[in-house]
């Protein structure tokens, strides 16, 4: 039989996988909206949704095995960014169900059973744009999504790049109710001292595992280097492991995001760092508390091979 994401975490730490909108913006099969409008703000329209999964199924595929030949145990579903909302906002909201089968069934595709399928449910970019009034239709819209995917037969939830806390909470309630395994990871941004609704690393991990995360912590915005340093307030704040898919970009002390930082998202390989730091990131991780362990935006599959590396080193 399969073992599950919590079988597989006591067994040492899960290799997940690496950023698929970024890679494949690259690739020439994901829209950016950088030539249309601000990138970055929440208050566009189409920017880095997963309609791919529908209209270039090959290259969502390809990736797919390219992160499984990688080492990765876990293939996410490109289902981020697929709530109806951010959907309906790109010009895709009649195809929720589709993109969000979609996604599925190639993760699963391609994993058969040499790895599990997470399904990744991020932020609405309500809040952003609307405030917290907008709350309640943010859990409504991942309460949807959650839904669409646990009817597709993901093995378990991955939510992240959740830069309120108050978005999060709404969104761990839903994922527990479902029944389904979940990962919990924030974003912080512009500094890793809070989330946007002014909670510590601490606190949020504090949070999402007395909420019944399987695992908590960050993705994305920071590097593994400055990620290390909040993951250790989270770590000694949670009763779960720690969960950790950092990004590829160089930040600097005064902006310690890359998506706020003016090279965002045209000029993103001129502060591209190298796999070295993924392979550190690798060997501390087990020392470190890291349950899970992955790479978001800017990590394609030759940097989820360096913490493979790193993580066979230390074994
Ligand atoms: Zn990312």
Do not use: W
């Not at 913006?25 to 997963?50: A, D, L, M």
């Not at 993109?99 to 399904?119: C, F, H, M, P």
């Not at 970019?125 to 959650?146: F, K, T, V, W």
């Not at 009817?151 to 527990?176: Q, S």
């Amino acid at each position: 039989m399969k073992l599950n994401v919590l079988d597989l975490m006591k067994k040492g730490p899960v290799l997940g996988d690496g950023g698929y909108l970024i890679e494949l913006e690259r690739r020439g099969y994901v829209e950016s909206g950088s030539r249309r409008e601000k990138v970055g703000t929440g208050r566009g329209s189409g920017q880095f949704t997963p309609e791919v999964a529908i209209e270039n199924p090959e290259a969502l595929r390809e990736l797919h095995r390219e992160f499984l030949r990688a080492g990765s145990q876990v293939l996410q579903a490109l289902t981020f960014f697929g709530t109806r909302e951010k959907l309906t906002r790109s010009g895709y909201g009649a195809q929720t169900e589709a993109i969000n089968a979609a996604a599925v069934k190639l993760a699963r595709e391609v994993a058969g059973d040499r790895a599990l399928v997470a399904g990744s449910v991020s932020r609405t970019q309500l809040i952003e744009r609307e405030g917290m009034e907008s709350l309640g239709r943010a859990r409504d819209h991942i309460a949807e999504q959650i839904r669409l995917l646990k009817d597709t037969g993901v093995d378990f939830l991955i939510l992240e790049t959740f830069f309120h806390l108050a978005e999060m909470k709404a969104a761990l309630e839903c994922a527990v109710a479902s029944g389904l395994p979940t990962v919990a990871t924030m974003s912080f941004r512009p500094l890793i001292s809070s989330c946007s609704d002014g909670h510590t690393p601490a606190q949020c991990a504090e949070v999402m595992s007395d909420l019944g995360a399987v695992a908590v912590g960050a993705n994305c915005e920071q590097g593994p280097e400055v990620m290390l340093r909040l993951l250790r307030e989270m770590r000694d704040a949670s009763k779960v492991p720690i969960a950790a898919q950092p990004c590829a970009f160089r930040t600097t002390p005064e902006c310690q995001s890359f998506t706020r930082l003016p090279q965002f998202p045209d000029e993103l390989e001129t502060i591209q760092l190298s796999r070295t730091e993924f392979v550190q990131f690798g060997k501390r991780a087990r020392a470190e508390g890291v349950g899970y362990i992955g790479g978001c935006c800017g990590c394609n599959p030759a940097y989820i091979r360096a913490i493979a590396d790193g993580l066979a080193e230390s074994a």
